[in-house]
């Protein structure tokens, strides 16, 4: 089955950019989405389709998708961006098709 | 907008059942597709089960498969997930998110809260 990477933790300071990576073989060819989740909540879509983000989140989210990495990027950072963060792709070939990575936890300094 | 709310949850001794719902608020559910998502304590996301606006196509994730059943019920505005012979593992919050219906891209859209699966003895 189709295994995505993300590195457990990220940390930057207020005002910096943070590149949150996911790693997978090809994963160019996939449709990557990212999800934040905060303590105690549910998930929440951030980016979809690699790089569109959904009414109400900021233009500081964004995406991107090549080879055998995507990357969440945001921009001016802010302590409330502090979370975890999903990648996930639909293995849509599989019949188990739902793939998140591991998630990472982004620590604002 | 969508709304999700999950019901069920509870403990529940190994090896033994339980079943989860997910109230929809849309006028229109039947068009849904549908999904259970994981998460157990400290960790992250995982995938359960997906189920077609129809209902009749269903995946589960290897952990599960065998063990789980997704199903709904479009005239009650509800999804299920039937749980059998549980594990410890499975101790988890499970969440109902559905895919969009205005495109082909599988991403989750809408959550519920969840509820909280404990499974011990």
């Known amino acids: 089955s189709y295994v995505l990477t993300q590195p457990p933790s990220v940390s930057v300071a207020p005002g910096e950019t943070a590149s949150i990576t996911c790693g997978g073989n090809n994963i160019g060819g996939e449709t990557v989405h990212w999800y934040q989740q905060k303590p105690g909540q549910a998930p929440v879509l951030v980016v979809y389709d690699d790089s569109d983000r959904p009414s109400g989140i900021p233009e500081r989210f964004s995406g991107s998708n090549s080879g055998n990495t995507a990357i969440l990027t945001i921009s001016r950072v802010e302590a409330g961006d502090e979370a975890d963060y999903y990648c996930?792709?639909?293995?849509?070939?599989?019949?188990?098709?739902?793939?998140f990575g591991g998630g990472t936890e982004l620590t604002v300094l | 907008e969508v709304q999700l709310v999950e019901s069920g949850g509870g403990l529940v001794q190994p090896g033994g059942s339980r079943r989860l719902s997910c109230a929809v608020s849309a006028s229109t559910f039947s068009i849904y597709e549908m999904n259970w998502v994981r998460q157990a304590p400290g960790k992250g996301l995982e995938w359960v089960s997906y189920?077609?606006?129809?209902?009749?196509?269903?995946y589960y994730a290897d952990s599960v498969k065998g063990r789980f059943t997704i199903s709904r019920d479009n005239a009650k505005n509800s999804l299920y997930l039937q749980m059998n012979s549980l594990r410890a593992e499975d101790t988890a919050v499970y969440y109902c998110a559905t895919f969009p219906t205005h495109t082909t891209s599988w991403y989750f859209d809408v959550w519920g809260k969840g509820t909280t699966v404990i499974v011990s003895s």
């Open positions: 189920i077609s606006s129809s209902g009749s196509s269903k």
């Open positions: 996930q792709v639909w293995d849509g070939g599989s019949d188990h098709p739902g793939v």
